[in-house]
Structure formats: structure tokens, C-alpha cells
């Protein structure tokens, strides 16, 4: 049986990819607070 390719979503890191791994979680902080910030700003919006 012939082994099959990659499948899913999930990616697959090299070992030396720690910066990557710092920098996916600085983006993931930057647009979790961009949302908040964006949020609070609409409701301040319709509430003032």
C-alpha cells in the first residue's frame, strides 16, 4: 500500500521554529486586543 500525503490543517514545525511559535502568539495577542479595543470603542459609541 502506497503511504498517503500530508492531509488536515494542522502544520507540522520544524524544531528550530521557536521564533515562529513567539511570533504566532504576539499576533494572536495584538488582534485579541485590537477586538476588545474595537469593541469597547463601538459601545462607548451607541452608549455616549
Known amino acids: 500500500m502506497a ?3 500530508r492531509h488536515g ?3 507540522r514545525r ?3 521554529a521557536e ?3 513567539w511570533l504566532d ?3 494572536d495577542i495584538a488582534v485579541v486586543t485590537s477586538l ?3 469593541t469597547a470603542a463601538v ?3 451607541w452608549l455616549l
Open 25 to 27: 502568539r504576539i499576533v
Open 9 to 11: 490543517a494542522t502544520r
Open 36 to 38: 476588545l479595543v474595537g
Open 14 to 16: 520544524p524544531r528550530n
Open 19 to 21: 521564533f515562529d511559535r
Open 3 to 5: 503511504r498517503q500525503g
Open 43 to 45: 459601545i462607548a459609541h
